[in-house]
């Protein structure tokens, strides 16, 4: 039961991610009204809720390791760019096939 609520925790934050990201680009494009701005900074807030569960729940267990950042992305950041071993190739998988291919910049991870 504990793998279906990781499972599903996991796919809630990334779809907040993959919609974050797609807000993002619409604002950057100019394409947001004002009337749809706090509705989508809401759902920033949640996902950044989101996030943090994940962090410290689900990627504390698969890096056995306590975080050092509230965010997902910035620990994977740090595993790739200091890291070596497994826990690099763990954080390099996520950025890579979660990640910085949903985002716009391709470098959501900083790789």
């Known amino acids: 039961m504990i793998v ?10 990334w779809i907040y991610f993959l919609a974050i990201m797609h807000l993002r ?9 004002k009337a749809v701005m706090p509705l989508g900074y809401f759902n920033l807030l949640i996902g950044l809720i ?12 698969l890096l056995l390791e306590f975080p050092h ?10 595993h790739i ?3 070596s071993g497994w826990r690099k ?7 890579h096939n979660m990640l910085s291919t949903f985002d716009s910049t391709q470098r959501h991870c900083g790789e």
């Open 4 to 13: 279906l609520y990781t499972l599903g925790l996991m796919n809630l934050c």
């Open 69 to 78: 950042e509230l965010l997902t992305t910035a620990r994977l950041n740090r």
């Open 50 to 61: 989101l996030d943090v569960a994940v962090n410290v729940l689900v990627m504390s267990v």
């Open 81 to 83: 760019k200091s890291g």
């Open 25 to 33: 680009d619409a604002k950057d494009a100019g394409r947001i009204t």
């Open 89 to 95: 190739a763990i954080a390099l998988w996520f950025c």
